[in-house]
């Protein structure tokens, strides 16, 4: 798994790469109420606004963290968005990405440099 | 934080782990660790204690009890005159324009007024009142902390530490002995549960609140859910639903001003911006506050612009306060909008990130209130 300084997670899965945020994040959000997510076939580059997260405090943006096409979205979190707080690394993923240069995971960190950065 | 005033109970705050936010010049917790959700449901099934002890507590006291209201009702256009010894009601202290300074509560204790405002208003509060009042002297408590304790299970948990609690009702006031402390009780709330609040002398605060607490029932709940709480119950949070360029008419507060201060009753005006507040009272107003259900999930926040329909350039208003209600299972709001576009089951379109989403307008409370009357 490698993860992001924006706290989002990324873990490869055949060639795609399925993200999601961290539990460090979801506990910080607080209560996950709504998630929006982009639609399946939609062209993304790295740094685009891909996600918004609502949590009874308040709105916040997750940018795509590759470039790439988004190839799958959890449809569970429509209906149960709180699965992002209950299991952010499992259940809670957001959504699954081709990436069009799969070189760019070289730019982030791995687990240990994570909890590092949020220690 | 080092600027921010600490209530009495901030160690016990610290202690339950509370996460702290700066709030109206005070540390207070926004939740602890069960979390914003499930304290607002616990709220609603069980009791919630909430810490509001930012909040002012000011005694009004003149010749007698009714020197000091009729002095009051210079300023507030509410029957606190009338007001029988040991109840409680709702206020406004209003401006010259027709706007409202604060809300507040009032309640008659027999020989002064015991009056609530809220935190952020309270230095300005206690000097208008004494600035523009002669004959009656205003004095806020400081030596005490204001707890609230919300829901269903409340009046047992309470009426096991002094049983004249559970013969009270709703805007009833009464002095209580709770685990020794001499406590200045309501039965009112801020959740749209029933429940009281409680003035106890800070030195005893703590010891009260762990009191409570030890309750199976009893759970330590944050701003976020009073916020959530209140919101689903339709009240107003001031500077947001409510302020000085909202008149009470456009507040949908009308049921707080009396006949009796009304146009032809007894004590009609006399109170600052009397002449707009009662020809709108009579006459309706162009723009009011309405309960609104955003559609779908997506909550819409204070401050997301309203339109008549999706196409239209011209905005009718605005939402005021929204988020989540734990308790619908969606999202709820209230705001302005025109009078025109008031009625219930109207559609209005808020602008959320860009998109037009629908809202509909929605009869307040959201929840129905469960006071003891």
Known sequence: MKYTEEHEWLRVEGDLVVV??????TTQL?????????DVGDTVAKDDEAVVIE???????????????????????????????????????????????????????????????IS | MSDLRKTPLHNLHI???ARMVPFAGYEMPVQYPMGVMAEHVHTRTKAGLFDVSHMGQVRVTGADYAAAAAALETLIPVDILGLQENRQRYGLLTNAAGGIRDDLMLANRGDHVFVVVNAACKADDIAHITANLSGVTVTEVTDRALLALQGPAAQDVLAAMDAKAAEMRFMDVATLMLGGAECWVSRSGYTGEDGYEISVPAAQAEDLAKALLAHE?????GLGARDSLRLEAGLCLYGHDIDAQTTPSEGALNWAIQKVRRKGGARAGGFPGADVILEQMENGTDRKRVGLRPEGRAPMREGVVLFASEADDTPIGQITSGGFGPTIGGPVAMGYVPTSHAAIGTTVFGALRGKRMPLTVAALPFTPANFKR
Do not use: C, R
Not at chain 1, 20 to 25: K, M, N, S, V
Not at chain 1, 30 to 38: A, H, K, M, N, Y
Not at chain 1, 77 to 92: R, S
Not at chain 2, 217 to 221: G, M, S, T, W
């Open chain 1, 30 to 38: 607080g209560d996950i109420v709504f998630i929006e997510l982009p």
């Open chain 1, 55 to 117: 949590s009874v405090k308040a709105a916040s943006d997750i940018m795509a963290p590759l470039d790439g096409e988004i190839m799958e979205v959890n449809a569970d979190l429509a209906d149960n968005p709180g699965l992002a707080n209950e299991d952010a690394t499992g259940k809670g993923w957001f959504f699954k990405i081709k990436p069009s240069d799969p070189s760019q995971m070289d730019d982030y960190m791995d687990e240990a440099a994570y909890n590092a950065m």
């Open chain 2, 15 to 17: 202690a339950l782990g």
């Open chain 2, 217 to 221: 029932e009893v759970a330590p709940i």
């Open chain 1, 20 to 25: 999601g945020i961290t539990e460090h994040a």
